[in-house]
Structure formats: structure tokens, C-alpha cells
């Protein structure tokens, strides 16, 4: 935020409408894969302005009970009359630890449980259904496209399976970056999920330890002979999950690891992963392991850089000054809808909503950042309808 701090311009009756949609949104449970119920509070309110919604097949592909809604409100001239944007976040959240009961405190919204809030997206989601309100009542200067994803947190499963050639839009922003307003994500990492399956060979432990081949010796091998954690300022390993074998009394014939491999640069990515799966072969093949092992590898998202001179970075930084923040580019290890967006050709950027400690207990977000993030937004239109009709991309 710029050094004199920014006064929300949203009205009373928008503030409260926001604030009470969050708080319904929040206590409505979505975790990736149960997104329906919210998704049919999300349609039920669109269509009360009159907002015709579709809900895409994506739903089996991306693992859940609904799939992703697409609704368009046309601008003041009419549909088709000038430019589109489309703005962009997803209905799901992680698990959830307890339920959400969403309480005002010194200002912010949190869980009164011990849990996420579910602001990582609800928070976006609200917003943009307090636009599409703005919008329905007072007109908006360009066309808009509302995209609500699913599986989001499922490695951007439903972002992954929806046709963004269905769009109608020139470009377009996501929500989903949970730092400070005025964040652009302009670098995000190209991410590769590795599954290893050790097999060895099951022995009594007190009786015939020498005629066994551990599996879990194999896999803590590998593990241990890994560079993980950050490797660099854009290159982390990880080690997520390990199983395996079967009681302490018996030599583990079975042992699997969970890992990923996160790198800004396909090439980077790749020569990570590359590393990873040699560690993993050469442990196996260890005189004291004698095990084989399955290696699958996955690469679960691409990773983009986006250029200063590209037209979501520039709509973006001019709209967010227009409401008194300083633009910040960003270079993110995680990454967002955009990502999918981006490598289906759509060019998207990822916004930071004001949202803190997403996937944590304590996750928060103040009524004021709500607010913010909808000034941002209706900035995002005006800035938009300035462009010249044939400006490049």
C-alpha cells in the first residue's frame, strides 16, 4: 500500500452486503471435492440479478461434485458492445480442521474455532459477487466474465479441466495470493509431483533379519541423500509424505514417498526432477537395499513470467495506483488459476486479495481488505475500458 493509507469507497450498504456474504460463504464447508453446495449458494445469487450461470463438465475430471461456473453480465452498451474481462477464484478450500463460525475481530474476520476461515478464496468469491451486484445495479464499463473454479486446491484440477476458449474475454485476473493488496504475481514456478514405490522383501526381524530387504531403508536412503528445502531463490524439494511396512517385528517389503519439485523455468524444474528420480534409483540399488522401486512422475502445473509491458501487469498496476496502492511484482513459489489459464493461452495474472495465513489456523482477513479488493476490482473495469480497442496483448 502507497505511505498515505487508502479509505475503501464501497457504500454502507455494499460493506454490508459483502461483509455478510463472506461470513455465509465461510461457514458454507467446500473442501476440493464437496464444492456443490457453495457453488449452488454462488448461482442461487447470480441468478437473483438476473445473471444466467453455467456449470461446465468439469466436475468428474477434477474430482468433484460440481463443476465450474461461468456467468457473463454485459456492460452498458450492451453485450459485445466493447471490451470483456473476467475475474476469477475458486470455490474450494484445504480441510477443514473444525467448522467455521466467521466472528469481526479489531476489525478482521476469523474462525471463532480452532481452523481455517476459508478466506483462501471465499474472500475473492465474495467479491466478486458483490461486483456482479455493483454491476446489475449501476452498469459497468466494459463487459465481465465471473470464472468460480473448483479443485483449486487440488493442484488447480478444475482450472485444469475447463475450456478457457470459452471465454470471451481479452484478459483477465485471479484472486488468489494471500499477502498485502497490490501484489501482481508476475513469476510463478513450474511444479512436477513424484510418487516412488520401494519394494523389497519381508523377513522376521529377530529371526531372519538377513533374509529381508527393507523397503523404508531404501526410501530413508534416498531421502537422506536428497538436496531438499530451498535450493536456491527459485528452486525448492520436498519431501511430503513416507509409508510403509507392516509391524516392528517385521522387515518392511513396502515403503512409498510422496515428493514435489518446484522451479521458476521448465528447464530448472526439469533438472530438479531429473535429480530426484536418479537419488531414488541409485538408493534402491544400494548393496545393503537390493530393492526395485516404481518412480511416476507428474508435472501438475506450468510455471510463467509475465512481462511489465503486458497487458494484465499494466491494467493492473494502473488500477490498483487509481485506488492509492503501489504496485508490487511478485515471484511466488505457489501458484493459482492463472497458471492454468495462462498455458491454455487465456493471459491472466494472479492478484493478492489481502487475505493472511491462508491454510493455517488463525487464517484472517480484515472487512477493510474486503472492501479494498473490490475497489481494485471496479478499478480493473475503468482501466480496462480505457484501453484502445486493438490494443496488443
Known amino acids: 500500500m502507497s505511505a498515505h493509507a487508502h479509505a475503501s469507497t464501497v457504500g454502507e450498504l455494499e460493506r454490508r452486503y459483502l461483509g455478510g456474504t463472506f461470513a455465509e460463504l465461510c461457514r458454507i464447508e467446500s473442501p476440493s471435492g464437496s464444492e456443490r453446495a457453495c457453488a449452488e449458494r454462488v448461482i442461487a445469487e447470480l441468478r437473483a440479478l438476473g445473471v444466467a450461470v453455467h456449470e461446465d463438465g468439469s466436475g468428474p475430471r477434477a474430482g468433484s461434485d460440481c463443476g465450474n461456473l461461468l456467468a457473463r453480465l454485459s456492460g452498458r452498451d450492451g453485450p459485445g458492445a466493447r471490451r470483456s474481462l473476467l475475474l476469477c477464484a475458486h470455490l474450494d478450500t484445504v480441510p477443514l480442521q473444525a467448522p467455521v463460525e466467521p ?30 451486484r455493483h454491476v446489475h445495479r449501476q452498469g459497468a464499463p466494459v463487459d465481465l466474465e465471473l470464472l468460480f473454479t473448483v479443485g483449486e486446491e487440488r493442484s488447480l484440477a478444475g482450472a485444469r479441466a475447463f475450456d478457457a476458449s470459452a471465454l470471451r474475454s481479452d484478459f483477465g485476473y485471479v ?6 493488496i497490490g501484489g501482481i504475481v508476475t513469476d510463478s514456478p513450474t511444479h512436477f509431483r513424484v510418487e516412488a514405490s520401494f519394494r523389497g522383501a519381508a523377513a522376521h526381524a529377530g529371526i531372519r533379519p538377513e533374509q529381508g530387504r527393507s523397503a523404508i531403508l531404501a526410501a530413508a536412503r534416498a531421502v537422506s541423500s536428497m538436496r531438499l528445502g530451498r535450493l536456491d531463490d527459485g528452486s525448492t524439494v520436498n519431501v511430503g509424505t513416507i509409508s510403509g511396512g507392516s509391524a516392528v517385528n517385521v ?30 534409483h541409485e538408493a534402491a540399488n544400494l548393496p545393503d537395499c537390493d530393492c526395485d522401486v516404481d518412480v511416476t512422475v507428474e508435472r501438475t502445473f506450468s510455471g510463467y513470467h509475465l512481462g511489465a509491458s503486458s497487458q494484465p501487469v499494466r491494467v493492473a498496476e494502473a488500477a490498483l495506483r487509481a485506488c492509492g496502492h503501489e504496485p508490487v511484482r511478485v515471484c511466488s513459489g505457489g501458484a493459482s488459476d492463472a497458471n492454468e489459464l495462462l498455458a491454455q493461452g487465456f ?40 484501453l484502445p480497442p486493438a490494443a496488443a496483448l
Open 347 to 386: 493471459p491472466a495474472a494472479n492478484l493478492a486479495n489481502g487475505t493472511e495465513r491462508n491454510h493455517e489456523p488463525g487464517e484472517r482477513v480484515s472487512a477493510l481488505a474486503l472492501e479494498e479488493m473490490l475497489d481494485v476490482a471496479l478499478a480493473l473495469l475503468d482501466q480496462a475500458a480505457s
Open 103 to 132: 466472528v469481526l475481530v479489531d476489525g478482521c474476520w476469523e474462525n471463532a474455532n480452532d481452523g481455517i476461515l476459508g478466506a483462501d478464496n471465499k474472500a475473492a468469491v465474495a467479491v466478486l459477487l458483490a461486483l456482479a
Open 251 to 280: 522387515v518392511p517389503e513396502r515403503c512409498s514417498l510422496l515428493l514435489e519439485a518446484r522451479a521458476h523455468g521448465d528447464a530448472r524444474a526439469e533438472e530438479l526432477v531429473s535429480e530426484v528420480v536418479d537419488r531414488l
Open 175 to 180: 484472486f488468489d495470493h494471500a499477502t498485502p
